[in-house]
């Protein structure tokens, strides 16, 4: 009896080895769906509400070549969400790490006659700790700044009746040495939900 038993045991495992050996050599992609390598390096500031910070300085070293900032820097940039100008963002980060801004756009939906208006004020610092990478590999130059503040929004539809609406806002951004800088803007749905955001690239010129 115990001879069968241990027999019984031995084919279930062989079957479980054959599986996944199975597995490993079919594409795992054709079964369920292409993977989305972006992804894995996309922004999530909500997750890293960590790196914002109380004391100040920050302490920027410039290891690795990482750029620093040593005199207060201003960026001015334009916004941009599926190719539409979303008006501008204002950003402007002091010596010690401090970074805070301002960003308003205005704009219509000429879908259902809707108008929108936003304003957002945010507030953050730099982290020198956090190192850029993307499928092409790091760039250890790269300053990293989060912030994170509140939006207003205000949409006004075809019958002039207005919705008005407040949340969280995070804005990201990468610093160069040169002084120049691109980033993200994230909508949250409100202060509890990290779903259904509406997401804005910025990038200075």
């Known amino acids: 009896m115990r001879e069968k038993n241990n027999g019984s045991v031995l084919i279930g495992l062989l079957a479980v080895i054959v599986i996944v050996a199975l597995l490993y050599m079919l594409n ?13 390096y996309s922004e999530k500031p909500w997750f890293e509400e960590q790196r914002l910070v109380n004391q100040f300085p920050v302490k920027q070293t410039g290891k690795g070549g990482k ?8 960026l001015d940039a334009p916004v941009i969400r599926h190719g539409n100008e979303r008006g501008t ?12 801004g301002h960003w308003q756009c205005s704009y219509e939906h000429p879908e259902d006659n809707s108008k929108y208006n936003i ?21 250890k130059k790269l300053l990293y700044m989060i912030t994170k503040g509140k939006y207003k929004e ?32 994230f909508l949250m749905t409100d202060d ?9 690239d910025w990038k200075t010129n």
């Open 28 to 40: 795992i992609s054709a079964i369920f769906g292409p993977v989305d390598k972006k992804a894995a």
């Open 154 to 185: 205000i949409k006004t539809d075809a019958a002039q009746v207005q919705w008005p609406r407040e949340a969280v806002v995070y804005v990201v951004g990468w610093i160069d040495k040169n002084r120049s800088a691109r980033g993200k803007i």
């Open 119 to 139: 304003t957002a004020d945010f507030k953050g610092n730099i982290d020198p700790t956090k190192t850029y990478c993307d499928p092409n590999g790091y760039n």
């Open 192 to 200: 509890t939900e990290a779903h259904g955001n509406a997401e804005y």
């Open 67 to 74: 750029a620093i900032i040593l005199n207060q820097l201003t």
């Open 89 to 100: 963002i204002k950003i402007v980060i002091e010596p010690n790490g401090l970074a805070q």
